[in-house]
């Protein structure tokens, strides 16, 4: 809904995008091909240490049916199904692995002007069960999420958290890890040609009275270019550039340096293009 909230998992996603999103430390490289009649295929290849992995993702559009097929490097074939619009702003979705027959699982989305429901139930005699909720506004919101396991009858997780947007600036404050977490994190767009953006999150562990802070900045350098910066108070710094070098297709650099890393290099690297003719 576009005056309603964004699902549970939407909360706090504008601030960990800019501190996490699309840092890497390998060598990463992606190509899509997409297609006009609704097939797209897209190949990804990691190099990790001396080993390279790799899958095969296939996506197929026809009006409201969407199917998703990946195979990876060790054969393992990855399927899932989604039917958008099955009633009025419901999505269901169906997903499962092959060879693994107990991975089948059966998401439903629902959308309202005040609330947006996600619910999973695996398709197995011992099934997974989750359910996020929120409600409220695309400006304030509030939601929760526990998932149960009933192999052991005890919850897997349960979170919480409240959010509060504007254009200029979001505010979140998630219970997480259980109850275990307090974290506050923040994202200020500054009026600036440049678009610099800078975002904020604290992390309060609340058996061990723990802190962690990190804090990161986006900005352009040019029409094409976004650097990127992180900071976080266990000694690690990170940046981050990407430059779009042709319409849809980057190339990513991402680096990172430990100074409390004693033995070892302090420094990692990481490269990850992305093509799409």
Known sequence: ?????????????????????????????????????????????FKRDQYFVGDINSLYKSGNVTVDVKVDTYSNVSTKVTLNNVFHSKKVALSFNIP????????VQY????????SSIGLNPAPQLEL?????????????????????ASFS??????????????????????????????????????GLTVAAELAHRLSSSENRFTIGTSQSIDPKTVLKTRFSD???????????WRPNSLITLSAEYDSTKIFGSPAKFGLALALKP
């Open 1 to 45: 809904m576009a005056n309603g909230p964004a699902p549970f998992s939407e909360i706090g996603k504008r601030a960990r995008d800019l501190l996490y999103k699309d840092y890497n430390f390998d060598h990463k490289f992606t190509l899509s091909v997409p297609s006009s009649s609704g097939l797209g295929l897209t190949a990804t290849g």
């Open 132 to 152: 996020s909720a929120a409600i409220g506004s695309k400006d304030i919101s509030m939601g929760a999420e526990v998932g149960f396991n009933t192999t052991s």
């Open 111 to 118: 959308l309202h002007p005040h609330a947006a429901i996600d």
């Open 234 to 244: 266990d000694g690690k710094a990170a940046f981050q550039c990407q430059r779009a």
């Open 157 to 194: 997780k349960y979170n919480a958290g409240i959010t509060f947007n504007k254009p200029d600036f979001s505010a979140t404050l998630m219970l997480a890890d259980k109850g275990e977490t307090l974290k506050a994190s923040y994202i200020h767009y500054v009026d600036r040609p440049d």
């Open 100 to 107: 693994d027959h107990k991975s089948g699982k059966l998401d």
